[in-house]
């Protein structure tokens, strides 16, 4: 049996035409749903998962038995309120939680496609779910929402669909990646493609993974998910159960320990190749190329109201760049919001404990929905 005969997926059969080129049709979309939806149909949240992340954004993940990512934000009576909201989350094209990707079998070799998958894009993983919308018989959205690639997705969503989403909450993204982000995408990717069990992307066809590589890749990249000052707090210099250096290369030191145990379990749950396609997506992803260097372009036919959140101690997409997109919103006279919220825990903010975001996301959203209803009576 495998592990993904029992989660939700959308098989879609019309033709989707990627960003490279190629078309792919009778693909899977794995996705999940939390909430109901009301008979206006009309109370309906997309929200599009980080790189890491998947369909199970809240409860129990029944395939990993790890809590939600977003379990902070999403659930009854919380800043998402699924009391309230019928909130849909999918996995993005070139996942490794049931969607098509890398690990799906290819039809025609009966193995499978490793990196003969066909590179996709922000685009690409946006113009997929968008099936989903046509599922669930949706003609408008009251809300897109999410963080870092999540965030990238909101952005693509309003600007391919202007009309389809009464609101947008872009959350610590950017509108295109930066020479750092590439060059650090670029450092977790070569750690993977340097490990003997990677075989050029077929080690499924030998049983093996190259996990090696793929733990480098997370430890290098969880450092960027935090900030210095919460580094310095929780670990600084301590060592790792001992008095003194043990002069060797084991863990001396608490935060070795923990990049080390960030990364082993980060292989049990994620694909390598995954991880290659995936940040590929995020490094092609630039709103203000594909309007000609004018990032307004890609909002102005949208009356979609935006809400803009950054944190303080994010530094992988700091807060000035997320009010690049504010001021392309502004020079368009569109409906846009922006806050930025204090927080010493890095780009993670978003997934963490923060009262203060979990406050003004929901505030945003239920005054958003008042104001919704009070357009139907």
């Known amino acids: 049996m495998n592990k993904f005969d029992n989660i939700k997926k959308l098989i879609v059969k019309d033709q989707l035409k990627l960003d490279c080129g190629k078309t792919i049709s009778d693909f899977p979309i794995a996705y999940e749903t939390y909430g109901k939806l009301n008979p206006k149909r009309d109370n309906a949240i997309l929200v599009f998962h980080a790189l890491t992340g998947d369909q199970f954004a809240t409860g129990l993940n029944p395939v990993t038995k790890k809590d939600g990512w977003w379990n902070y934000a999403l659930g009854k009576g919380k800043a998402i309120d699924t009391d309230k909201y019928f909130v849909i989350c999918a996995n993005v094209l070139g996942g490794c939680m049931g969607s098509f990707g890398p690990s799906s079998i290819n039809s025609e070799t009966r193995k499978p ?29 009251f809300c897109v929402t999410g963080g870092s690639m ?167 997409y700091p807060s000035s760049e997320n009010k690049e997109i504010v001021i392309a919103l502004n020079s368009i006279g569109a409906d846009v919001g922006y806050v930025e919220i204090e927080s010493d825990k890095g780009h993670d903010s978003f997934l963490l404990n923060v009262p203060d975001f979990l406050q003004a996301l929901g505030n945003f959203l239920n005054k958003s929905y008042e104001r919704l209803n009070e357009k139907r009576i």
């Open 150 to 316: 999540g965030g990238m997705q909101v952005l693509q969503f309003v600007a391919n669909y202007p009309n389809a989403s009464q609101t947008a909450i872009p959350i610590a993204c950017t509108s295109n990646h930066s020479a750092q982000n590439i060059g650090l995408n670029e450092l977790g990717r070569q750690a993977i493609m340097a490990d003997v069990n990677w075989k050029n992307g077929k080690y499924e066809e030998t049983n093996s993974s190259p996990n090696k590589g793929l733990s480098v890749a997370r430890m290098a990249a969880h450092i960027t998910y935090l900030s210095k000052k919460a580094l310095q707090e929780k670990f600084g210099r301590k060592l790792q159960e001992r008095d003194d250096l043990k002069f060797s290369f084991d863990a001396d030191f608490q935060i070795e320990s923990y990049l080390r145990h960030q990364g082993s379990v980060f292989v049990d749950r994620f694909d390598a190749n995954s991880y290659l396609y995936i940040t590929r997506a995020m490094d092609y992803f630039d709103l203000n190329k594909k309007f000609d260097g004018n990032l307004s372009k890609a909002f102005e036919t949208s009356k979609t109201k935006f809400f803009i959140i950054s944190f303080t101690s994010d530094w992988l």
């Open 113 to 141: 496609y490793g990196n003969d998958f066909p590179v996709i894009t922000i685009n690409d993983m946006v113009n997929a779910q968008y099936f989903l919308l046509k599922y669930f018989e949706i003609e408008k959205l």
